[in-house]
C-alpha cells in the first residue's frame, strides 16, 4: 500500500508491547468507533519490540483492515518512546494516542473530536474523573506524582491527565520538533502552550493480559518527569548541604563550650552517626546531579530512542 496522496483526517496512535491477550478484543471495539466517524483515518499501532504473537496477531488484523499500520521498534524502547516513534510518522490533521489494554475507552476519541471543534482548542487531553478500577497502589502513587509534578513543573499541567489525548497537526509538529531524549509527553505538550481543553472519562480496567508498567518503569516515569522539567532537586541538594551546615554549626558551638569549660564529650555513636547520615546526604546529592549530568550526556550523543525495523505503510512487497 502506497501512502495515501490526501492525509487522513485523524491518524490513532497505539503503542502495543506483549498485548497479544487484548489485540483482538482492542481491534473490535475501535473499528466501529473509527469507521462510524465518517472521516478518512488511519491507525498506527507501535509494536514495541513485543516478544509475544503480537507481530503475528496485527499482521493478520491488517489483512481485513485498510486503515490499520504497523509500525514495528527493533527493540522494546518503552510507553514515551514508542509514543513519539508514532507522533513522527502519524499523518492525521488530527492525532489520538491511545493505550491498547481498553483502559481508555476509543468511544472517547468521538467526544475529543467534537470538544476540539467546539472550544477551537488544539490539545485535549482525557481526563480520568474515576481511578477506582486502578489498584490502591496505582492510584496513590499517580496522586503523589501528580501533585508534586504540578507544584514543581507547573500548574498548566493537568492532573490525571495521562497518554490519552487529541492533538492537532500543529501541535504534534511542535512535538516532533523537540528533543526526544527523555521525554515525558505528558510535561512537554502542556508546556507549548497550545489551547487545550479537557474531556472526562471513566478509566476502565484493563481488558486483558498484565500491565506493562512494572514499579520500577514507574520510578523512571517519575525521575524523568521531575529531572527533565524542574532543577528543583537541584536546589533540594543545596538545602540540605545548608541545612547541614547549620546543624554542623551547633555541634561546633556545643563541642567548643564543652571544651573551654573543660568537660569532654563521650562521643563514638554520635561521631559514628554525623559521618554517615553526612556520607548518605552526600551520596543522594551526588546521585541527583548525576541524574542531570546523564540527561546532558545523551542530549549531547542525540542517539536515537528508537529504532524502527519496518512500517507498513512503505512496504511496498508486504502491501
Ligand atoms: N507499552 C509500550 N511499551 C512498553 C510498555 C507499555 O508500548 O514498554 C504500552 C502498552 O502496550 C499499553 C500502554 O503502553 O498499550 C500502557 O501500558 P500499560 O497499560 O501496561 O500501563 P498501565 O495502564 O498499567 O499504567
Ligand atoms: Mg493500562
Known amino acids: 500500500m502506497n501512502p495515501p496522496a490526501v492525509p487522513p483526517h485523524l491518524s490513532v496512535v497505539v503503542p502495543m508491547f506483549d498485548e497479544e491477550a487484548v489485540i483482538g478484543l482492542f481491534v473490535e471495539r475501535l473499528r466501529p468507533v473509527l469507521d462510524d466517524l465518517g472521516e478518512t483515518y488511519e491507525v498506527l499501532v507501535v509494536d ?10 496485527l499482521e493478520k488484523s491488517r489483512r481485513d483492515w485498510e486503515q490499520l499500520r504497523i509500525v514495528r521498534l527493533r527493540a522494546n524502547a518503552g510507553h514515551q518512546a514508542a509514543l513519539s516513534a508514532g507522533l513522527m510518522r502519524a499523518r492525521g490533521q488530527w492525532v489520538a494516542t491511545i493505550d491498547a489494554d481498553l483502559q481508555d475507552p476509543p468511544e472517547t476519541i468521538a467526544a475529543m473530536l ?9 490539545v485535549v487531553y482525557g481526563v480520568r474523573n474515576d481511578r477506582t478500577t486502578d489498584s490502591m497502589f496505582k492510584r496513590h502513587t ?22 490519552f489525548r487529541l492533538m492537532s497537526r500543529a501541535t504534534v509538529d511542535a512535538v516532533n520538533r523537540l528533543p526526544a531524549q527523555n521525554r515525558v509527553l505528558r510535561l512537554v505538550i502542556p508546556a507549548l502552550g497550545f489551547p487545550s481543553t479537557q474531556v472526562e472519562y ?3 480496567e484493563r481488558a ?8 520500577a518503569r514507574m520510578i523512571r516515569l517519575s525521575v524523568d518527569s521531575l529531572t527533565g522539567f524542574s532543577i528543583a532537586p537541584l536546589r533540594l ?16 558551638a556545643v563541642a567548643f563550650g564543652a571544651f573551654v569549660t573543660d568537660h569532654t564529650l563521650p562521643g563514638w555513636t554520635s561521631t559514628f552517626l554525623v559521618v554517615a547520615g553526612v556520607g548518605a546526604v552526600q551520596l543522594l546529592c551526588l546521585g541527583i546531579m548525576g541524574e542531570y549530568v546523564g540527561r546532558l550526556y545523551t542530549q549531547l550523543q542525540g542517539r536515537p530512542t528508537y529504532h524502527v525495523a519496518y512500517d507498513s505503510s512503505e512496504d511496498v512487497l508486504q502491501g
Not at 514495541?48 to 496477531?57: K, Q, Y
Open 48 to 57: 514495541d519490540g513485543s516478544r509475544d504473537t503480537t507481530p503475528a496477531l
Open 114 to 122: 467534537a470538544a476540539a471543534q467546539e472550544r477551537s482548542a488544539d
Open 142 to 163: 499517580a496522586n503523589v506524582y501528580y501533585r508534586l509534578i504540578r507544584r514543581l513543573v507547573g500548574h498548566h499541567v493537568p492532573a490525571d491527565a495521562g497518554d
Open 202 to 204: 471513566r478509566r476502565e
Open 208 to 215: 486483558a493480559g498484565t500491565t506493562k508498567y512494572p514499579l
Open 237 to 252: 541538594a543545596t538545602w540540605f548541604g545548608l541545612g547541614g551546615a547549620a546543624v554542623t554549626a551547633l555541634l561546633f
